[in-house]
């Protein structure tokens, strides 16, 4: 069965600093992972997504995730944070079930926030 | 290219009354989803659509839920009669063929 966890529910850094939020998943196949980005009053927006390539993806806004196989993590990195990085991030899993269709599982989210 | 488009953005509504959203997916989606998303969590998923066909629905409480989705293009959820736990957003989102999910800015629904 899948599941995500977002270890941390809220995270808070100084504009400039390094971000890491966090994401464990558990799978039963290989799974496709995803980070969306929730802006107050605004829709979700994906920000990346590893589909079995490159275990480090890039996305967008300085976003990057390392896929770690071994760890079950798939964690969300940017060198500096800026202070529209403010808003609420959710890891996602999405895997195969015994249909053909995936199954897609969204984590509880981590809100971001960015002190000036 | 127009996005994922909902409607309404906001409903208010007493207990016991019926309420119904609409959602239109971007042009060419053949997978519409909705959702249901309470403050502080994770969008968790209601039904999915694979064009007409209502493909997983295994988490949509179907005593007061009914989703359809006719032409296997624009798509409508109900809910009758609403109770005070349905207050939530209520997200659509649409993609090709399963892929990349693309949102729209969702419902809010407040049950007096």
């Known amino acids: 069965a899948q599941s995500v966890t977002q270890l941390d529910s809220h995270v808070s850094v100084s504009e400039g600093t390094p971000v890491l939020l966090r994401c464990n998943y558990s799978?039963?196949?290989?799974?496709?992972l995803f980070w969306y980005v929730q802006h107050p009053n605004k829709g979700l927006q994906l920000l990346l997504k590893y589909t079995s390539a490159a275990t480090l993806v890039k996305g967008i806004n300085g976003f990057e995730a390392e896929f770690k196989k071994s760890e079950t993590s798939f964690h969300l990195t940017k060198p500096s944070a800026h202070m529209s990085d403010a808003a609420e991030y959710f890891c996602v899993v999405s895997d195969r079930t015994k249909t053909s269709y995936d199954k897609v599982i969204f984590g509880p989210g981590t809100s971001l926030s960015v002190i000036p | 290219e127009a996005g994922v488009v909902q409607s309404p953005r906001y409903k208010i509504i007493e207990k016991k009354q019926p309420v119904a959203f609409w959602c239109n997916p971007i042009s060419g989606h053949n997978t519409l989803y909705w959702y249901l998303q309470n403050l502080g969590q994770g969008p968790e998923l209601l039904i999915r659509?694979?064009?007409?066909?209502?493909?997983?629905d295994s988490q949509l409480p179907k005593d007061r839920f009914s989703a359809e989705r006719l032409k296997g293009v624009d798509s409508t959820l109900k809910i009758q009669p609403a109770e005070l736990g349905d207050s939530a957003v209520y997200l659509c989102?649409?993609?090709?063929?399963?892929?990349?999910?693309?949102f729209g800015p969702g419902t809010r629904l407040t049950v007096l």
């Open positions: 799978s039963s196949y290989s799974p496709s």
């Open positions: 659509y694979e064009n007409e066909e209502a493909v997983d």
């Open positions: 989102a649409s993609s090709f063929r399963g892929g990349e999910q693309f």
